[in-house]
């Protein structure tokens, strides 16, 4: 049997899912928005950072069909709202349904953020 152990920023994200919150970290410095938690931004090295409340809006970029015995489901990137991109799956309909382009908004399931797809009401 084998154990995970995490720490820092990711033992930070995880409590917070547990909690049912998705937040991503930004750079005080700059205000840049960063995902996946790490120590540093990406781009400048900055140490200085702070937790914020992601939107949990985004954007398909890229959308992939996982063919298996067990079911299909697919394996999107995301592109945040606030700037990052993350890699999940969008649920709530068939595999073949997730298009690029398509809006979506995150929900928090099981320690793992997910995302369904954001249907626009006609005025």
């Known amino acids: 049997m084998s154990t995970t152990t995490t720490f820092g920023p990711d033992r930070e994200y995880q409590a917070f899912l547990a909690q049912k ?5 930004r750079a005080r410095a700059t205000g840049a928005h960063f995902y996946y938690p790490r120590i540093a931004e990406p781009r400048s090295g900055a140490l200085e950072w702070e937790w914020v409340e992601a939107s949990g809006l985004g954007t398909v970029y890229s959308t992939t ?6 079911g299909n489901h697919n394996v999107a990137l995301i592109d945040l709202a606030e700037g990052p991109r993350m890699m999940s799956r969008v649920v709530g309909l068939s595999p073949e349904s997730v ?3 398509m809006q979506v908004r995150a929900r928090i399931d099981v320690l793992a953020v997910l995302f369904e797809r954001v249907t626009v009401e006609a005025p």
């Open 99 to 101: 298009v690029i382009g």
């Open 21 to 25: 919150r998705f937040m991503i970290q």
């Open 65 to 70: 069909v996982v063919r298996s015995k067990s």
